[in-house]
């Protein structure tokens, strides 16, 4: 049987680690975006200098796991002389990994809108930036909304992966309220309800975003 | 003297790859003159004029426009980069699936490139653009987006879209062959419109009635070379060459 005393008493601790989470989901998908966007017009570019790195740097993010990636950056990197703490470290492994999936997201919406756009921007005296900034990527964002909501959703789930680096967010709390209460299933289904009602706010605000890109659409 | 022409194709060529497209065009536009090109499909009509506005790069001979060198060799890429958008801004183009912005409105269509290449004051732009949708008949329209409209309605925007732009020579890439029949005409009357005041126009279509009632003159195209020129009443009721009476044959029939 559930024990709800537990669940009553540690609830508020739980919560209170769930916000934890959410800044590093909040700000890992923000540099994670700016990331991706700039790989993104990176690997659409022709100049090689831009071009390699940024599939480089897609490549390497996406052939490894997360878990090793969040090592090389907390217990790695020190070797060389970049002490990070486990916040930032945990937030950088995570905005670089999404970072990597959102930059073949836009970049597969940047290609989807049709040639002819760019063609009549440009035939009226536009530069490629501006095209690009005006009349490419507005229309790319309607196309890239709900995939790159995919990456964030993926992303808020993937923080539990940092309690590894000792960063004591939602899932390492509840790890370590289990120590002194031996209540694994209550404090894991705490965890888990946590986790859904933050990747369900965040679908539904997606949503709210893509019903402002419709254009007359029905 | 002759007065300068306003577009000049001097040998132009181009190719894709192996396939040679254009095979050295020799072709002049006068000042306020109304050219038409006729031609088969895969002719080089649409990659000539593409080519005026450098939408296509030549791979040979000189294109200029207003006395200006278009396809400029001798600048780096950033400086023709710079080059190319300041001449395509006296040069309209209107295509044959219309590319209006989806993302923005009727009027913002027209306020773009003025404002934002320009750097024009918007106050200023948007009497313009107003004045251009009542010239094409859509001012009610100006807030709808285009998905709403009808493709006749499209058509006549990006045309207002082109000329809110000031071009001194417009062209005209099929821009009535994805039109439903009985939308042609409204889109027709507006370049006819544009002809009467004097609007230098190159107009790649396959509009024959069009071409007869309002071209200047009538250029041929097969196999990436101009086969025959001539005022449309001499093109059309007695082509000197046995190609253009083929064509012409089939598409009068």
């Known amino acids: 049987m559930l024990d709800w005393s537990i669940i009553t008493h540690y609830f508020p601790f739980l919560a209170k680690a769930a916000i934890i989470t959410l800044e590093i989901s909040v700000i890992s998908l923000v540099l994670g975006l700016a990331f991706g966007l700039v790989s993104a017009l990176f690997v659409l570019s022709t100049n090689p200098l831009l071009y390699w790195p940024a599939r480089f740097y897609v490549w390497i993010v996406r052939s490894t796991p997360l878990l090793v990636q969040l090592f090389i950056i907390y217990f790695g990197l020190p070797q060389f002389g970049i002490d990070l703490n486990p916040f930032w470290a945990g937030v950088l492994g995570l905005a670089l990994n999404t970072g990597a999936y959102n930059a073949e997201t836009i970049r597969g919406g940047i290609l989807a809108v049709a040639k002819g756009q760019g063609e009549a921007a440009r035939s009226l005296g536009m530069s490629k930036a501006l095209t690009m900034r005006r009349i490419i990527l507005p229309q790319a964002m309607r196309l890239i909304i709900p995939p790159l909501g995919n990456n964030f959703i993926i992303l808020i789930k993937d923080t539990s992966l940092v309690s590894t680096i000792t960063l004591v967010e939602l899932t390492l709390t509840a790890q370590r309220l289990i120590g002194s209460t031996y209540k694994p299933f209550e404090m894991y289904l705490m965890a888990a309800v946590l986790y859904a009602i933050m990747t369900t706010c965040a679908a539904l605000l997606l949503r709210q975003v893509e019903r402002r890109t419709t254009w007359g659409h029905a | ?253």
Do not use: W
Not at chain 2, 76 to 85: C, Y
């Open chain 2, 1 to 253: 003297m002759a007065e300068e022409p306003m577009i000049r194709l001097h040998n132009l060529k181009k190719s894709f790859g192996k396939l040679e497209v254009l095979k050295g065009i020799n072709l002049e536009v006068a000042r306020s003159e109304v050219l038409v090109l006729i031609g088969p499909s895969g002719s080089g009509k649409s990659t000539l004029l593409r080519c005026v506005n450098n939408l296509e790069s030549p791979t040979g001979g000189e294109v200029t426009v207003d006395g200006e060198r278009i396809n400029r060799t001798d600048l780096s890429a950033r400086a023709f980069q710079k080059h190319i958008n300041r001449v395509r801004t006296h040069m309209g183009m209107v295509f044959q699936h219309f590319n209006l912005f989806p993302h923005k409105t009727v009027l913002e269509n027209l306020l773009e490139a003025p404002t934002q290449v320009l750097g024009r004051n918007r106050k200023e732009v948007m009497a313009d653009a107003l004045e251009l949708l009542d010239k094409v008949g859509l001012k009610e329209k100006r807030d709808s987006y285009p998905v709403q409209l009808s493709g006749g309605q499209q058509q006549r925007v990006a045309i207002a879209r082109a000329l809110a732009m000031k071009p001194s020579v417009m062209l005209f890439d099929e821009v009535t062959s994805a039109l439903d029949p009985e939308l042609v005409g409204e889109v027709l009357r507006v370049m006819e419109g544009l002809a009467v005041e004097g609007m230098t126009m190159i107009v790649v279509t396959h509009e024959m009635g069009f071409a007869e009632r309002v071209a200047n003159r009538v250029v041929f195209m097969a196999e990436g070379l101009i086969v025959e020129e001539g005022v449309p009443k001499e093109i059309f009721s007695n082509p000197r060459e046995e190609r253009t009476k083929l064509f012409l044959a089939d598409v009068l029939k």
